[in-house]
């Protein structure tokens, strides 16, 4: 029973860890990049959570409340 366990856990435990290895490569998604007004780029965000989930309402929030007096905006990158 035992040498049947050992190489089941083991292919289990490999399978774990499989969709967190393919997640890692490049995305060939479109995204937008959050740009300020001191010249840096601070964040990709993928286009869909733009688009569909309200993150340019944050970004215009975040804009409105900064403390460093930054304005912000996104810009869709274009490869």
């Given at each position: 029973?035992?040498?049947?366990?050992?190489?089941?856990?083991?292919?289990?435990?490999?399978?774990?860890?499989?969709?967190?290895?393919?997640?890692?490569?490049?995305?060939?998604?479109?995204?937008?990049?959050?740009?300020?007004?001191?010249g840096n780029?601070?964040?990709?965000?993928?286009?869909?959570?733009?688009?569909?989930?309200?993150?340019?309402?944050?970004?215009?929030?975040?804009?409105?409340?900064?403390?460093?007096?930054?304005?912000?905006?996104?810009?869709?990158?274009?490869?």
């Open positions: 029973m035992r040498k049947l366990a050992i190489p089941l856990i083991a292919g289990l435990v490999a399978l774990g860890f499989a969709p967190t290895a393919l997640a890692a490569t490049p995305r060939a998604d479109r995204y937008y990049v959050v740009k300020c007004n001191d780029e601070y964040e990709a965000v993928d286009a869909h959570a733009v688009e569909q989930g309200g993150k340019a309402h944050a970004v215009a929030l975040f804009s409105r409340n900064t403390p460093f007096g930054l304005t912000c905006w996104l810009e869709p990158v274009t490869s």
